[in-house]
Protein backbone atom coordinates (compact mmCIF):
# COMPACT_ATOMS: atom_id res chain seq x y z
CA UNK A 1 0.00 0.00 0.00
CA UNK A 2 3.13 2.41 1.07
CA UNK A 3 4.24 1.77 -2.58
CA UNK A 4 1.34 2.19 -4.74
CA UNK A 5 0.69 5.78 -2.04
CA UNK A 6 4.81 6.37 -2.80
CA UNK A 7 3.91 6.56 -6.80
CA UNK A 8 1.06 8.60 -6.98
CA UNK A 9 3.27 11.06 -5.06
CA UNK A 10 5.53 10.49 -7.51
CA UNK A 11 3.01 10.83 -10.16
CA UNK A 12 1.66 13.93 -9.02
CA UNK A 13 5.44 15.56 -8.88
CA UNK A 14 6.54 14.78 -12.60
CA UNK A 15 3.38 16.36 -13.71
CA UNK A 16 4.58 19.41 -12.30
CA UNK A 17 8.08 19.20 -12.56
CA UNK A 18 8.81 17.10 -15.87
CA UNK A 19 5.96 18.36 -17.85
CA UNK A 20 6.70 17.32 -21.48
CA UNK A 21 6.10 21.25 -22.94
CA UNK A 22 8.58 23.04 -25.30
CA UNK A 23 10.13 19.98 -25.73
CA UNK A 24 10.50 19.00 -29.84
CA UNK A 25 12.08 15.60 -29.68
CA UNK A 26 9.18 12.83 -29.52
CA UNK A 27 10.94 10.74 -28.35
CA UNK A 28 11.85 12.39 -25.04
CA UNK A 29 7.97 13.84 -25.20
CA UNK A 30 7.33 9.74 -25.02
CA UNK A 31 9.50 8.97 -21.94
CA UNK A 32 8.14 11.87 -20.15
CA UNK A 33 4.49 11.08 -20.57
CA UNK A 34 5.88 7.79 -19.67
CA UNK A 35 6.74 9.00 -16.29
CA UNK A 36 3.91 10.93 -15.94
CA UNK A 37 1.97 7.86 -16.36
CA UNK A 38 4.15 5.75 -13.54
CA UNK A 39 6.06 3.42 -16.24
CA UNK A 40 9.30 4.00 -14.95
CA UNK A 41 10.70 0.89 -17.00
CA UNK A 42 9.73 2.53 -20.15
CA UNK A 43 10.70 5.94 -18.93
CA UNK A 44 14.06 4.86 -18.52
CA UNK A 45 14.25 3.00 -21.53
CA UNK A 46 12.44 6.23 -23.90
CA UNK A 47 14.67 8.66 -21.65
CA UNK A 48 18.24 6.51 -22.69
CA UNK A 49 17.41 6.00 -26.49
CA UNK A 50 16.70 10.03 -26.45
CA UNK A 51 20.20 10.46 -25.58
CA UNK A 52 21.48 8.47 -28.23
CA UNK A 53 19.27 11.31 -30.56
CA UNK A 54 20.43 14.22 -31.58
CA UNK A 55 19.38 16.51 -28.86
CA UNK A 56 20.04 20.42 -27.51
CA UNK A 57 21.50 21.32 -24.50
CA UNK A 58 18.28 22.02 -22.96
CA UNK A 59 16.74 18.74 -23.79
CA UNK A 60 19.66 16.72 -23.27
CA UNK A 61 19.63 18.03 -19.38
CA UNK A 62 16.19 17.25 -19.58
CA UNK A 63 16.29 13.80 -20.33
CA UNK A 64 18.99 12.97 -17.80
CA UNK A 65 17.46 14.65 -15.08
CA UNK A 66 14.06 12.32 -16.35
CA UNK A 67 16.58 9.26 -15.41
CA UNK A 68 17.34 10.72 -12.08
CA UNK A 69 13.89 11.16 -11.18
CA UNK A 70 13.20 8.02 -12.68
CA UNK A 71 16.43 5.94 -11.00
CA UNK A 72 15.49 7.80 -7.48
CA UNK A 73 11.85 6.86 -7.53
CA UNK A 74 13.31 2.87 -8.69
CA UNK A 75 15.51 3.04 -5.68
CA UNK A 76 18.47 3.14 -8.26
CA UNK A 77 20.74 5.25 -6.24
CA UNK A 78 23.76 5.57 -7.34
CA UNK A 79 22.15 5.46 -11.62
CA UNK A 80 20.03 8.62 -9.77
CA UNK A 81 23.36 10.63 -8.97
CA UNK A 82 25.18 9.69 -12.09
CA UNK A 83 22.32 10.66 -13.76
CA UNK A 84 21.22 14.58 -12.15
CA UNK A 85 25.58 14.95 -12.38
CA UNK A 86 24.75 14.47 -16.30
CA UNK A 87 21.92 17.23 -16.04
CA UNK A 88 23.76 19.22 -13.40
CA UNK A 89 26.71 19.63 -15.89
CA UNK A 90 25.03 20.68 -19.01
CA UNK A 91 22.95 22.71 -16.91
CA UNK A 92 24.77 23.87 -13.89
CA UNK A 93 21.81 26.16 -12.81
CA UNK A 94 19.12 23.70 -12.06
CA UNK A 95 16.95 23.77 -9.22
CA UNK A 96 14.64 21.23 -7.62
CA UNK A 97 11.84 23.20 -5.49
CA UNK A 98 12.02 20.37 -2.17
CA UNK A 99 9.02 21.62 -1.39
CA UNK A 100 6.95 20.13 -4.76
CA UNK A 101 9.66 17.40 -5.00
CA UNK A 102 9.76 13.93 -2.87
CA UNK A 103 12.65 14.23 -0.44
CA UNK A 104 14.57 10.76 -2.39
CA UNK A 105 14.67 13.00 -5.70
CA UNK A 106 15.75 16.31 -3.76
CA UNK A 107 18.66 13.90 -1.42
CA UNK A 108 20.06 12.33 -5.06
CA UNK A 109 20.15 15.98 -6.70
CA UNK A 110 21.99 17.50 -3.81
CA UNK A 111 24.32 14.10 -3.78
CA UNK A 112 24.51 14.47 -7.29
CA UNK A 113 25.97 18.75 -6.63
CA UNK A 114 27.93 17.75 -4.53
CA UNK A 115 30.17 15.34 -6.32
CA UNK A 116 30.82 17.98 -9.11
CA UNK A 117 32.37 21.37 -9.57
CA UNK A 118 30.07 23.75 -11.58
CA UNK A 119 29.83 27.48 -10.81
CA UNK A 120 26.20 28.03 -10.81
CA UNK A 121 23.78 30.96 -10.58
CA UNK A 122 26.48 33.61 -11.99
CA UNK A 123 25.14 36.74 -11.63
CA UNK A 124 26.29 40.62 -12.71
CA UNK A 125 23.91 42.83 -11.71
CA UNK A 126 23.24 46.18 -13.35
CA UNK A 127 25.36 49.21 -12.16
CA UNK A 128 25.71 52.78 -12.50
CA UNK A 129 28.68 55.01 -10.29
CA UNK A 130 31.86 57.00 -10.84
CA UNK A 131 34.91 54.97 -11.34
CA UNK A 132 37.62 55.29 -8.69
CA UNK A 133 35.41 57.67 -6.50
CA UNK A 134 34.17 55.95 -3.21
CA UNK A 135 32.92 52.21 -2.97
CA UNK A 136 31.52 51.83 -6.07
CA UNK A 137 31.23 48.93 -8.57
CA UNK A 138 29.68 46.06 -10.07
CA UNK A 139 28.54 43.35 -7.80
CA UNK A 140 28.96 39.53 -9.01
CA UNK A 141 27.57 36.86 -7.54
CA UNK A 142 28.04 32.66 -8.18
CA UNK A 143 28.23 29.34 -6.25
CA UNK A 144 30.99 27.23 -6.48
CA UNK A 145 29.67 23.59 -5.33
CA UNK A 146 33.29 22.56 -4.11
CA UNK A 147 36.59 23.82 -3.01
CA UNK A 148 38.54 25.14 -6.31
CA UNK A 149 40.94 27.31 -7.29
CA UNK A 150 38.42 30.42 -8.85
CA UNK A 151 39.79 33.18 -10.99
CA UNK A 152 37.17 35.62 -12.33
CA UNK A 153 37.86 38.00 -15.11
CA UNK A 154 36.67 40.32 -17.67
CA UNK A 155 37.47 39.81 -20.87
CA UNK A 156 37.31 41.32 -24.62
CA UNK A 157 39.36 41.36 -27.18
CA UNK A 158 42.79 41.51 -26.51
CA UNK A 159 42.18 42.79 -23.00
CA UNK A 160 41.50 40.57 -20.06
CA UNK A 161 41.36 42.04 -16.82
CA UNK A 162 41.58 39.68 -12.98
CA UNK A 163 38.65 40.77 -10.73
CA UNK A 164 39.79 38.04 -8.45
CA UNK A 165 42.03 34.87 -7.62
CA UNK A 166 40.88 32.71 -4.55
CA UNK A 167 40.29 29.75 -2.96
CA UNK A 168 36.15 29.54 -2.33
CA UNK A 169 33.77 27.22 -2.50
CA UNK A 170 29.69 27.72 -1.58
CA UNK A 171 28.57 31.50 -2.20
CA UNK A 172 30.41 33.83 -3.40
CA UNK A 173 30.19 37.93 -3.51
CA UNK A 174 32.31 40.59 -5.33
CA UNK A 175 32.38 43.85 -6.37
CA UNK A 176 34.25 45.10 -9.28
CA UNK A 177 35.54 48.55 -9.42
CA UNK A 178 35.98 48.06 -13.22
CA UNK A 179 39.28 49.70 -13.55
CA UNK A 180 42.25 48.13 -15.52
CA UNK A 181 45.80 47.62 -14.51
CA UNK A 182 46.84 51.25 -14.46
CA UNK A 183 43.81 52.86 -13.08
CA UNK A 184 42.13 53.50 -15.69
CA UNK A 185 38.08 53.22 -16.08
CA UNK A 186 37.00 49.88 -18.46
CA UNK A 187 36.42 51.25 -22.26
CA UNK A 188 32.95 51.43 -23.51
CA UNK A 189 32.41 48.15 -24.85
CA UNK A 190 30.89 44.48 -24.58
CA UNK A 191 32.73 41.89 -21.96
CA UNK A 192 32.73 38.24 -20.70
CA UNK A 193 32.62 38.49 -17.19
CA UNK A 194 34.32 34.95 -17.24
CA UNK A 195 34.85 32.51 -13.65
CA UNK A 196 37.11 29.41 -14.29
CA UNK A 197 36.64 27.01 -11.01
CA UNK A 198 39.56 24.42 -11.23
CA UNK A 199 40.22 21.37 -8.59
CA UNK A 200 42.92 18.53 -9.47
CA UNK A 201 41.93 17.60 -13.20
CA UNK A 202 38.35 18.94 -12.62
CA UNK A 203 37.79 22.49 -14.42
CA UNK A 204 34.71 24.25 -14.94
CA UNK A 205 33.91 27.70 -16.56
CA UNK A 206 30.46 29.94 -16.13
CA UNK A 207 30.29 33.19 -18.22
CA UNK A 208 28.18 36.54 -18.30
CA UNK A 209 28.43 38.87 -21.09
CA UNK A 210 27.65 42.71 -19.69
CA UNK A 211 27.99 46.04 -21.71
CA UNK A 212 29.99 48.68 -20.14
CA UNK A 213 29.41 52.52 -21.07
CA UNK A 214 31.52 55.62 -20.11
CA UNK A 215 29.73 59.27 -19.39
CA UNK A 216 31.04 61.88 -21.32
CA UNK A 217 34.04 63.64 -20.06
CA UNK A 218 34.64 67.29 -19.86
CA UNK A 219 38.60 67.79 -20.70
CA UNK A 220 40.31 70.96 -20.32
CA UNK A 221 42.08 72.14 -23.87
CA UNK A 222 45.58 72.39 -24.50
CA UNK A 223 47.64 75.84 -24.57
CA UNK A 224 49.41 77.01 -27.18
CA UNK A 225 50.45 79.99 -25.70
CA UNK A 226 50.08 81.62 -21.67
CA UNK A 227 47.01 83.41 -21.98
CA UNK A 228 47.64 87.56 -22.27
CA UNK A 229 51.70 87.04 -23.15
CA UNK A 230 53.34 87.02 -26.34
CA UNK A 231 56.66 85.63 -27.04
CA UNK A 232 59.11 88.47 -28.05
CA UNK A 233 61.42 88.37 -30.75
CA UNK A 234 65.25 86.68 -29.63
CA UNK A 235 67.03 88.96 -32.64
CA UNK A 236 67.12 92.95 -32.43
CA UNK A 237 68.81 95.46 -34.87
CA UNK A 238 71.02 98.25 -33.32
CA UNK A 239 70.17 101.50 -34.61
CA UNK A 240 71.60 102.82 -37.57
CA UNK A 241 74.96 105.21 -36.77
CA UNK A 242 76.02 108.71 -38.65
CA UNK A 243 78.89 108.11 -37.70
CA UNK A 244 80.79 106.84 -41.18
CA UNK A 245 79.27 110.11 -42.54
CA UNK A 246 80.64 112.17 -40.14
CA UNK A 247 84.09 110.34 -41.29
CA UNK A 248 83.70 111.40 -44.41
CA UNK A 249 83.03 115.02 -44.42
CA UNK A 250 85.60 115.18 -41.94
CA UNK A 251 88.47 113.54 -44.50
CA UNK A 252 86.80 115.65 -47.23
CA UNK A 253 87.04 118.81 -45.46
CA UNK A 254 90.81 117.54 -44.41
CA UNK A 255 91.45 116.97 -47.97
CA UNK A 256 89.93 120.73 -49.18
CA UNK A 257 91.93 122.73 -46.26
CA UNK A 258 94.54 121.12 -46.85
CA UNK A 259 94.61 121.56 -51.06
CA UNK A 260 94.16 125.27 -50.09
CA UNK A 261 96.81 125.57 -47.56
CA UNK A 262 99.04 124.11 -50.04
CA UNK A 263 98.05 126.06 -52.75
CA UNK A 264 98.47 129.63 -50.74
CA UNK A 265 101.96 128.29 -49.68
CA UNK A 266 102.88 127.74 -53.69
CA UNK A 267 103.60 123.79 -53.14
CA UNK A 268 101.40 122.71 -55.10
CA UNK A 269 100.77 123.12 -58.96
CA UNK A 270 98.32 121.00 -59.70
CA UNK A 271 94.93 122.65 -58.78
CA UNK A 272 92.16 121.75 -56.50
CA UNK A 273 90.91 118.91 -59.00
CA UNK A 274 92.39 115.93 -57.02
CA UNK A 275 91.18 117.36 -53.80
CA UNK A 276 87.75 117.78 -54.62
CA UNK A 277 87.59 113.93 -56.10
CA UNK A 278 89.08 112.81 -53.00
CA UNK A 279 86.64 114.57 -50.84
CA UNK A 280 83.74 113.81 -53.30
CA UNK A 281 84.63 110.08 -53.13
CA UNK A 282 84.83 109.81 -49.08
CA UNK A 283 81.49 111.87 -48.83
CA UNK A 284 79.78 109.15 -50.92
CA UNK A 285 81.33 106.28 -49.06
CA UNK A 286 79.90 107.77 -46.07
CA UNK A 287 76.87 108.10 -47.19
CA UNK A 288 76.40 104.00 -48.75
CA UNK A 289 77.85 103.24 -45.30
CA UNK A 290 75.29 105.00 -43.17
CA UNK A 291 72.90 103.69 -45.35
CA UNK A 292 73.71 100.22 -44.43
CA UNK A 293 71.54 97.75 -42.32
CA UNK A 294 73.76 97.01 -39.22
CA UNK A 295 73.53 93.21 -38.50
CA UNK A 296 71.24 91.63 -36.65
CA UNK A 297 71.94 90.43 -32.91
CA UNK A 298 71.01 88.22 -29.75
CA UNK A 299 68.19 89.83 -27.75
CA UNK A 300 69.50 88.47 -24.73
CA UNK A 301 66.73 89.70 -22.59
CA UNK A 302 64.24 88.97 -24.75
CA UNK A 303 65.27 85.32 -24.97
CA UNK A 304 65.59 85.08 -21.06
CA UNK A 305 61.95 86.13 -20.94
CA UNK A 306 60.89 83.59 -23.85
CA UNK A 307 62.55 80.90 -21.89
CA UNK A 308 60.74 81.89 -18.77
CA UNK A 309 57.11 81.74 -20.63
CA UNK A 310 58.05 78.59 -22.42
CA UNK A 311 59.24 77.15 -19.18
CA UNK A 312 55.75 78.31 -17.27
CA UNK A 313 53.43 76.77 -20.34
CA UNK A 314 54.90 73.14 -20.05
CA UNK A 315 54.43 73.52 -16.76
CA UNK A 316 50.63 74.52 -16.99
CA UNK A 317 50.46 71.75 -19.88
CA UNK A 318 51.68 69.49 -17.54
CA UNK A 319 48.95 70.60 -14.95
CA UNK A 320 46.39 70.31 -17.61
CA UNK A 321 47.34 66.94 -18.67
CA UNK A 322 47.10 65.30 -14.95
CA UNK A 323 43.52 67.22 -14.30
CA UNK A 324 42.41 65.34 -17.77
CA UNK A 325 43.64 62.80 -16.65
CA UNK A 326 41.97 62.38 -12.95
CA UNK A 327 38.65 63.68 -14.85
CA UNK A 328 39.28 60.35 -17.00
CA UNK A 329 39.81 58.15 -14.07
CA UNK A 330 36.39 59.69 -13.03
CA UNK A 331 34.34 59.14 -15.49
CA UNK A 332 31.07 57.80 -14.93
CA UNK A 333 30.19 53.93 -15.65
CA UNK A 334 27.24 51.89 -16.78
CA UNK A 335 27.46 48.05 -16.56
CA UNK A 336 24.27 46.14 -17.99
CA UNK A 337 24.21 42.61 -18.12
CA UNK A 338 23.73 41.27 -21.81
CA UNK A 339 21.56 37.60 -22.45
CA UNK A 340 23.25 34.93 -21.87
CA UNK A 341 23.93 32.66 -25.60
CA UNK A 342 25.71 30.21 -23.25
CA UNK A 343 29.15 29.92 -21.77
CA UNK A 344 29.74 27.09 -19.51
CA UNK A 345 32.06 24.19 -19.77
Same mark, same amino acid.
Given at each position: ?10 ? @??? !? ?26 ? !?? $? ?29 ? $? ?5 ? !? ?14 ? !? ?25 ? $? @? ?16 ? /? ?12 ? #? ?14 ? &? ?11 ? $? ?13 ? /? ?6 ? &? ?6 ? #? ?37 ? *? ?47 ? &? ?13 ? &? ?10 ? /? ?7 ? *???
Amino acid at each position: MSRIRWLLVLG @AVA !ASALGAQNVQNATLRQALAAYDNLDIPR !AI $SLARQALSQRLGGDEQARAWELLGFAYSSSD $SLLKAVD !AFKQAILIDPDRQLDP !AKISPKITSSFLLALAQVLVVRQLQVD $S @AGFVAGVGQGGVPIRFTV /TSPARVRTRAVSGA #TSVIIDSSIATGQVNL &RWPARLANGDPMP $SGNYLIIVDAAAGQN /TFSASQPV &RITQGQVD #TLPWLDKMPGYDYLPETEYPPQSGRPLAQALMYGGAAIG *GTVVLRNNDLGSGGTGPALAVSAGALISGFLMSLKKPSAQPARANILYN &RLLRDQLARRNADIA &RENQTRRQQVRL /TVVPLPKTG *GTR
